[in-house]
């Protein structure tokens, strides 16, 4: 990938920021927080996805055994933004990755 160091520098970037803003505005009750998606079967990876080789080896580090959907970050997004269930949640970057960054 010609772009990792943009790519991976642009992630760093979103969980300083997510955090900075977290905490400048949680006085006026503003929250922020931020969803890190895993890898999720999208256009993006389906380049990748093409040798079966990167598509086990997938398979042998998401302890879910299975790629996400984009349904999966929706429903984070929906439920970090819903404040009756996650309103004492600031400056978190929730991984959405099926157990991916646990490892």
């Given at each position: 990938?010609?772009?990792?160091?943009?790519?991976?520098?642009s992630?760093?970037?979103?969980?300083?920021?997510?955090?900075?803003?977290?905490?400048?505005?949680?006085?006026?009750?503003?929250?922020?927080?931020?969803?890190?998606?895993?890898?999720?079967?999208?256009?993006?990876?389906?380049?990748?996805?093409?040798?079966?080789?990167?598509?086990?080896?997938?398979?042998?580090?998401?302890?879910a055994?299975?790629?996400?959907?984009?349904?999966?970050?929706?429903?984070?997004?929906?439920?970090?933004?819903n404040?009756?269930?996650?309103?004492?949640?600031?400056?978190?970057?929730?991984?959405v990755?099926?157990?991916?960054?646990?490892?």
């Amino acid at each position: 990938m010609d772009t990792l160091g943009a790519y991976c520098s642009s992630k760093a970037a979103i969980l300083g920021l997510t955090r900075a803003l977290a905490i400048e505005y949680a006085s006026k009750g503003i929250r922020c927080n931020a969803v890190a998606a895993g890898y999720i079967d999208s256009s993006m990876l389906s380049p990748f996805l093409a040798q079966p080789e990167f598509a086990a080896y997938l398979h042998t580090v998401i302890p879910a055994q299975r790629l996400g959907r984009a349904n999966d970050v929706a429903n984070a997004a929906v439920w970090l933004g819903n404040s009756a269930e996650s309103g004492y949640i600031n400056g978190v970057v929730l991984p959405v990755d099926g157990g991916f960054s646990a490892r």
